[in-house]
């Protein structure tokens, strides 16, 4: 059974460009979730979707990022205009359900540096 | 959101037990105590839940004191692909999130 797959695995950009990056969940995973992870630090969720709805995005910075399932499969988070702060690993993960939340599966991520 | 503490790293040799602990003192009764491990270059992967009582799968046990304010997460053998970040994580209440901490670095010596 494939993992979760993320593309591009990395990505270099001057600041004030736009970067997207785009994941594919495992198959038949409801869930789908985008996080952050800054050097150093633990994983921050980013945003949660529930099939094509997105049902927790507290935490987006929604002035430059969104996100978009739109067929409730593969999911695409984008930033708009990039910023140095944003160099990061972009992780994206799945669970079946958010009622096995508990049990989700991470894809490799993509690292960012915005210069 | 109840926090855990961690420490920041530990060492083990290869073959030997390991034990990792982490403090959840503000823990409440519908948290459950996930960990997670990170190997380099890879995103987290899931390690083990539990609730109250200690638990077992292929990977390791969880070890939970009786009050739940402190868990250890048991690695019966480790080997050198065990050395990686290992993330302790309380999910529960109302945002039903995984929230993660700093982890702790284990490096394991042949």
């Known amino acids: 059974e494939a993992g979760v797959v993320q593309s591009p695995r990395y990505k270099i950009i001057e600041k004030k460009q736009p970067v997207a990056f785009w994941c594919n969940p495992i198959s038949g995973h409801n869930t789908l979730y985008w996080y952050l992870q800054n050097l150093g630090q633990g994983p921050e969720l980013l945003i949660r979707y529930e099939n094509e709805e997105a049902v927790d995005d507290s935490q987006l910075p929604k002035d430059r990022f969104s996100a978009e399932r739109l067929k409730g499969v593969d999911s695409t988070l984008k930033i708009q205009p990039a910023e140095l702060g944003d160099s990061a690993v972009y992780l994206c993960a799945s669970s079946l359900s958010s009622d096995r939340a508990y049990e989700q599966y991470f894809g490799p991520g993509t690292r960012l540096t915005v210069t | ?110």
Not at chain 2, 67 to 77: E, F, G, N, P, V
Request: net charge neutral; proline share 5%.
């Open chain 2, 1 to 110: 959101d109840a926090k855990t503490t961690q420490p920041n790293s530990m060492e083990s040799n290869e073959e030997e037990p390991v034990h990792l602990p982490c403090n959840h003192s503000t823990i409440s009764g519908t948290d459950y105590i996930h960990w997670y491990r990170q190997l380099p270059s890879q995103g987290p992967e899931y390690v083990i839940h539990g609730l109250t009582s200690n638990v077992n799968n292929r990977m390791a046990s969880l070890a939970i004191a009786e009050d739940r304010k402190s868990s250890t997460l048991i690695l019966h053998r480790a080997t050198l692909r065990d050395a990686a970040v290992y993330y302790c994580i309380l999910r529960g209440g109302a945002t039903n999130k995984l929230i993660f901490g700093t982890g702790t670095l284990l490096a394991v010596q042949p």
